[in-house]
Nanobody, 124 residues
């Protein structure tokens, strides 16, 4: 049972990246999937959360309008499309899952199952 993130890297400001979160050993279609990030010296913050059925989709203010979360249940993979990346976006990005649906308190990250993270850097 694991989550494996990929797709991180270095992009210039204004660039895009698509992060992937591949699940194995369980099915994503029965869980909520969230993305978090943590920059050096900073607290972890919630970026987005999506439910498969019901629930809602949440975005942090910093992600709203630039990031899009999605999932492909056939591939058992979730995605975070990040556009117009800014110098303040660099961090390790983690995906995480929890049974059920997203709630507005997802950003607390309590009771989630975590991947190992992928590094995102934004620099000119």
């Amino acid at each position: 049972v694991q989550l494996v993130e990929s797709g991180g890297g270095l992009v210039q400001p204004g660039g895009s990246l698509r992060l992937s979160c591949a699940a194995s050993g369980f099915s994503l279609d029965r869980v909520a999937v969230a993305w978090f990030r943590q920059a050096p010296g900073e607290e972890r913050e919630g970026v987005s959360c999506t439910s498969n059925t019901g629930g809602g989709t949440y975005y942090a203010d910093a992600a709203e309008g630039r990031f899009t979360v999605s999932r492909d249940n056939a591939k058992n993979t979730a995605y975070l499309q990040m556009d117009n990346l800014k110098p303040e976006d660099p961090a390790i990005y983690y995906c995480a899952t929890t049974p059920g649906v997203c709630s507005a308190s997802y950003y607390l990250g309590i009771g989630w199952f975590w991947g190992q993270g992928t590094q995102v850097n934004v620099s000119s």
